[in-house]
T-cell receptor
């Protein structure tokens, strides 16, 4: 069964450094998402992406964040200058349509630790 | 303000019993509600979706109800097994129809 993959599984970085989290969505999916989950808290929406542009973003997704689909398979989340409070699990998800009638499939996550 | 609330306390039940988890929401008018399962250190896994005009939805041992008047959904696992132990999340489609807003989740532990 096809699945969303994410790399790396764990990323440790120093505060102020740039990180890029990578995702390979399911191949025939057209809608892509990033969510994050701070330890012990709920899963929070960051951004959705369709047709090579952002369709919606949350208040968390400020100028320090960016997303890109550099080729036909990868979907990346970049944090330009990491802060301690960026430490969280970051989940990529993909779906065939934007509506909730279509399920979002989540990857296993990347644990980001900012020191 | 908008809220999606689930029991924050863990639910412990005996194997074979029915587990019932609650999701309450305020200041939303969702057309759909979803339930996900999340295991420690893993991403959410979709379980069931129910529409506002559906009162009940079943899938194998799972049953979801949706009461838009009470603004509540109940999630039932019948004949529970230790393998059902996980955190269960409810989620609404919100905003422009393009994002999931999750509740905090309820941890279920099924004991032998």
């Amino acid at each position: 069964e096809p699945e969303v993959t994410q790399t790396p599984s764990h990323q440790v970085t120093q505060m102020g450094q740039e990180v890029i989290l990578r995702c390979v969505p399911i191949s025939n999916h057209l809608y892509f998402y990033w969510y994050r989950q701070i330890l012990g808290q709920k899963v929070e929406f960051l951004v959705s992406f369709y047709n090579n542009e952002i369709s919606e973003k949350s208040e968390i997704f400020d100028d320090q964040f960016s997303v890109e689909r550099p080729d036909g398979s990868n979907f990346t989340l970049k944090i330009r200058s990491t802060k301690l409070e960026d430490s969280a699990m970051y989940f990529c998800a993909s779906g065939t349509r934007a509506t909730v009638r279509d399920t979002q499939y989540f990857g296993p996550g990347t644990r980001l630790t900012v020191l | 303000s908008q809220k999606i609330e689930q029991n924050s306390e863990a639910l412990n039940i005996q194997e074979g019993k029915t587990a019932t988890l609650t999701c309450n929401y305020t200041n939303y008018s969702p057309a759909y509600l979803q339930w996900y399962r999340q295991d420690p250190g893993r991403g959410p896994v979709f379980l069931l979706l129910i529409r506002e005009n559906e009162k009940e939805k079943r899938k194998e041992r799972l049953k979801v109800t949706f009461d838009t008047t009470l603004k509540q959904s109940l999630f039932h696992i019948t004949a529970s097994q230790p393998a059902d132990s996980a955190t269960y999340l409810c989620a609404l489609l919100t905003g422009g129809g393009n994002k999931l807003t999750f509740g905090t989740g309820t941890q279920l532990k099924v004991e032998l």
